[in-house]
Structure formats: C-alpha cells, structure tokens
C-alpha cells in the first residue's frame, strides 16, 4: 500500500540516526526484538507503536536480506538431539512438536523435551520456515525419531495447522 509506505519511511526517517544504525546493526545479527524495542522506546514520541515498530524493523529485514547473519539452524539429527537431552535434569517423559510464530519469522515449530523435574519443559530446537522443507514434516520426523529412541512418546497434536490454541502433552 503506498499510503502504508510513505507512513513507514516517515516513521524510519523521523527516528534519530544513531537509533537507525543500531536498529540495522541488531538486524544484521538477526536480533529481532532488540531492533523491534530499540524503534519502539525510540519511537514512541514520533507516534510509533509496537505494531509500527514490527513493521518497520520487518522493511529492515526486506532490505538487508541476504547480509543478515542469519540465527544458526537447530540441528534434527539423532545424535545433536540425544546429546541436548542426556543432560537436562529429570527424566525425559516424552518429546513434543508445538507451534509458535512472530511477525518477522512468521510460524515455526518448537521441539521440546518434556521431563519429570520442576522445569518440565526443555527446548531443544526450533525448525524456522526458512527450512529447504516443511518445517512440520522435518520437527515431527526428528522428534518421532528421537521419543523412539529415548523410548518415551511422542506429541504433535497439530502438524498440519499452527495456532497456540493445540492442546499440549500431559502424562
């Protein structure tokens, strides 16, 4: 929408350009919320608001592409994912797939380790969209393949529909 555009590009351009150096600073290392918080305090003033900020930092992202260094991707093999698991305290209960997203990643998938001791939640990978394919297929086989070999079930109630809303693993 040009109307949209002109609004972003004036709100870029009504930032200081300190603040617009360390916004494309956080982006080009891939520090998404430093960038979206750091055009939001700084931005408040000028009338930009947290949807604002998500907007003009994801322009930032178009315009950069390739020169970020982008977050390394979480290893799916058996041996990354059993070594993440042989020291978490507690005993594994079971591997679960659970969808989560943001505006600039859009959604992704979270593989989890789900143990007996009071934290009960261990994060082990997260399988992005920028995956060569599907990130539900990819997180399921490698989570199928590790409750396997842990010998514990596993969950992905959900593979075929992101959303918050899928109920979680319970014992």
């Given amino acids: 929408m040009p109307g949209t555009q002109a609004r972003d590009a004036h709100h870029w351009e009504s930032l200081p350009a300190g603040?617009?150096?360390?916004?494309?600073?956080?982006?080009?290392?891939?520090?998404?919320?430093?960038?979206?918080?750091?055009?939001?305090?700084?931005?408040?003033?000028?009338?930009?608001?947290?949807?604002e900020a998500q907007l003009l930092v994801h322009e930032r992202y178009v315009l950069h592409g390739d020169r970020i260094a982008r977050t390394p991707e979480s290893p799916l093999d058996l041996?990354?994912?059993?070594?993440?698991?042989?020291?978490?305290?507690?005993?594994?209960?079971?591997?679960?797939?659970?969808?989560?997203?943001?505006?600039?990643?859009?959604?992704?998938v979270k593989l989890l380790a789900i143990t007996d001791d009071p934290a009960g939640e261990h994060h082990l990978a997260t399988v992005p969209s920028r995956r060569d394919r599907d990130r539900a297929e990819a997180a399921a086989e490698a989570g199928?393949?590790?409750?396997?070999?842990?010998?514990?079930?596993?969950?992905?109630?959900?593979?075929?529909n992101p959303g918050y809303d899928a109920p979680r693993w319970r014992p």
Avoid: N
């Fill in 144 to 160: 199928r393949t590790l409750a396997d070999h842990l010998g514990v079930p596993f969950h992905f109630p959900e593979p075929s």
């Fill in 79 to 108: 041996e990354s994912l059993s070594a993440l698991t042989s020291g978490l305290p507690g005993r594994v209960a079971a591997i679960e797939a659970v969808w989560d997203g943001d505006t600039v990643h859009d959604w992704f």
């Fill in 19 to 51: 603040i617009r150096a360390q916004v494309d600073g956080y982006v080009l290392q891939d520090r998404l919320m430093q960038a979206v918080k750091l055009v939001w305090d700084a931005g408040r003033a000028r009338g930009v608001g947290l949807h």
